[in-house]
């Protein structure tokens, strides 16, 4: 090999792939010394060194030097494809040296496939990819965009170099803002905490070094200009800028705007705020979805459960009553228990026991059989919840199935109010059209239309005198078998006042199909 060639090829795998070039000599040398070895045999003792500044080649085989002439012997192809595979894996660590340190940070690329799951960003020196996990809920990426995310992930994948970005966590929103915003930079403002729910809302605390400046209106912008940066790279989703304390009774309440909190009760032994509100107040500090409080519990650091003073009542003479009832535990340790904030049996399995020995006084062979107790009960507490739950689901399920049919009975099952015989439905017919007719023969002038009747309408007037005279007929027998039956129905008619037949059709024995 000539060495003026080694040094031009050492140094454009330096500039081209970003390679140390002692990377690149010492693959080199590796690669010379194992075609060596499969020239003079594996057992042979080969060492090969490259001069950094000349590009000379030193060889020795078992102690002697060996000359330019055997080393051109030694087979070129080999030692070439030796070379290729030391200078991949080169740069392969080189890539991954290089987007480890960026994990965590922005980067820009260009969208190369986005068929909606798995898509392909190039980053310039890698193709990175955005799985469909880590891309914001509801969004939809083109090809040929320019998207940015954060790095997330870095591995190897043979030769080659895994990156997977993220558009959900968030270190993306601070990020954006740090792009957007010049004073977090220079330190003025900073980020304290941050918690997000992609694609829906971010809460972003923020505080300031400096008492003039306004952290929270530095971060909206001039008519909000900065945030809507912000929330358009982010497809939309809402951002709540907080002020930031140190202070979880200060932090808190501004963590649940826009609710109104009234009180805020911390119980430093399991962590948990109790905040009190309203009854107007609740739906809103609990969001929707539980949202607002699960997002301002991320912000916090504090488990925080939101109710009322009526509830917070309730649930406190509901704990001091079931912790009374385990033996062993009296009415001052319960009231003790409850001040700490333990409100539940599971709240108390989890209670440290040197804690609560020192709370109670009690051995700790007593205590460890109360919190078995407790362990025991919060597993029937669990179990009868989720019974309870499945319930209401197959309620609703049920409710479902009623409603998509549209209220109606099912096939087979004929109406309460109507007769299931023939027979009863031609009496009914009957009997309503012997009653139209006496009310016509009862009528002091008869309709307009039958007295301008014309002539050739007698036959059919006829026929229905007839039809009228069979009908009194059967009105007549109707009216002995009713006055036999009963004596207040005397005096029939087709349909009563309440809707229902009164005309003898509810009896169960005339109901029946003959």
């Known amino acids: 090999m000539n060495p003026q060639d080694i040094l031009r090829y050492v140094d454009s795998m330096h500039r081209e792939k970003n390679i140390d070039t002692d990377l690149v000599f010492s693959a080199i040398e590796s690669a010379l010394q194992s075609a060596a070895k499969r020239q003079y045999g594996e057992e042979s003792d080969i060492t090969v060194n490259l001069d950094r500044s000349n590009g000379r080649i030193m060889a020795t085989l078992d102690g002697q030097p060996l000359g330019d002439d055997q080393i051109g012997r030694i087979g070129a192809q080999t ?154 790279e982010l497809a939309g989703e809402h951002i709540d800028v907080v002020r930031f304390s140190d202070d979880p009774q200060v932090l808190i309440p501004n963590a649940l705007q826009p609710a109104e909190v009234e009180q805020v009760l911390l119980c430093d032994l399991i962590g948990r705020a109790i905040v009190l509100v309203q009854e107007d107040q609740l739906s809103l500090a609990i969001g929707r979805r539980g949202q607002n409080v699960r997002l301002a519990s991320k912000l916090c650091g504090w488990d925080i459960e939101i109710m009322t003073g009526g509830e917070l009542e309730e649930q406190i003479e509901r704990a001091v009553t ?27 399995s989890v209670i440290e026991p040197d804690v609560f020995a020192e709370m109670s006084g009690l051995p700790l062979e007593t205590i460890d059989r109360i919190v078995e107790v407790a362990e025991a009960r919060a597993e029937e507490a669990e179990e009868a919840a989720a019974e309870e739950r499945a319930q209401r689901r197959e309620r609703e399920k049920a409710q479902k199935a009623v409603e998509a049919q549209g209220g109606e009975a099912p096939a087979g099952e004929a109406p309460a109010s109507e007769a299931p015989a023939d027979e009863a439905a031609a009496e009914q017919t009957a009997s309503a059209e012997a009653e139209a007719v006496e009310s016509e023969a009862e009528s002091p002038e008869p309709p307009v239309a039958e007295a ?63």
């Not at 912790?323 to 108390?348: K, R």
């Not at 014309?454 to 009713?482: I, L, N, R, Y």
């Not at 004596?487 to 229902?500: H, I, L, R, Y």
């Open 79 to 232: 030692a070439k494809q030796v070379i290729i595979q030391k200078v991949r894996e080169a740069e392969r660590d080189s890539l991954m040296t290089e987007y480890r340190e960026q994990i965590g940070e922005i980067v820009s690329g260009i969208i190369g496939k986005a068929d909606g799951g798995v898509a392909t960003v190039n980053l310039g020196n890698v193709e990175a990819i955005l799985p469909r996990s880590e891309q914001i809920p509801g969004e939809t990426l083109h090809a040929n965009e320019r998207v940015r995310a954060i790095v997330f992930e870095v591995r190897a994948a043979g030769n080659r170099v895994r990156v997977v970005l993220s558009r959900t966590r968030p270190q993306l929103v601070q990020r954006l803002f740090e792009q957007e915003i010049p004073e977090l930079s220079e330190g003025v403002i900073s980020i304290n905490s941050i918690s997000r729910e992609p694609g829906y809302r971010s809460k972003v605390a923020v505080s300031s070094v400096d008492s003039q400046v306004d952290p929270i209106a530095v971060c909206v912008g001039y008519r909000g200009s900065r945030i809507k940066a912000v929330r358009e």
């Open 322 to 348: 079931g912790f009374s009832q385990i033996d062993g535990v009296t009415e001052e340790i319960a009231q003790a228990l409850v001040e700490q904030g333990y409100l539940s049996y599971d709240d108390l």
């Open 452 to 514: 301008e009747a014309e002539p050739a309408e007698t036959e059919v007037a006829a026929e229905e005198v007839e039809a009228s005279a069979e009908a009194e007929e059967v009105v007549a027998e109707s009216a002995d078998d009713s006055a036999e039956s009963d004596a207040s129905q005397a005096q029939p008619t087709a349909v009563g006042q309440d809707g229902g037949d009164v005309d003898g059709s509810d009896d169960p024995q005339r109901n029946e199909p003959s």
